[in-house]
């Protein structure tokens, strides 16, 4: 199962952080994620960028909402045609496996994201985007990617 489709699960203080082995395994399922540390916290980074404000902006709303859904939420930085986000468990300062989920499930809004933009540009509604790549068979972020960078 790949982490974009697993749940968080309630994280307490008492559960243990990923090891050094975990920790090497799941970056392999997020390899734009950079690990961090600050202030002796171990957190996942990435930072998107977008054509503009109001792309960072939609997009970062749409980061709150699946954090809304899953009960675990990020750092969040908005600026001119980038966000950044930042996960970890404050429970116990650092990892678990719930930020790598998170993390995986971000980059699958971006992907979204990315194609109702692109479409969004040639008035179309995401409804109409999705009908497009299904009857033309293209993957719809390679237009995408294309089309707003």
């Known amino acids: ?43 996942l980074q990435r930072e998107y960028k977008f054509k503009n404000f109001r792309q960072a902006l939609a997009f970062t ?21 980038k966000t950044t986000v930042i996960w970890w468990t404050h429970a116990i300062d650092g990892l678990h496996r719930n930020d790598f989920i998170m993390a995986a499930k971000t980059d699958k809004v971006v992907d979204a994201y990315l194609i109702y933009v692109a479409f969004d540009q040639w008035n179309k ?5 999705w009908g497009f790549c299904y009857l033309s068979g293209v993957r719809c972020c390679t237009i995408c990617f294309t089309n707003i960078r």
């Open 1 to 43: 199962m790949s982490l974009d489709s697993e749940k968080c699960e309630a994280c307490r203080g008492d559960v243990p952080k990923v090891s050094d082995d975990e920790l090497k395994e799941l970056m392999r399922e997020i390899p734009e994620w950079t690990p961090i540390t600050r202030d002796g916290v171990m957190m």
């Open 61 to 81: 709303n749409r980061v709150g909402e699946l954090a809304e859904e899953e009960k675990h939420h990020p750092e969040i930085t908005t600026e001119w045609g």
């Open 125 to 129: 509604t995401p409804a109409e985007c």
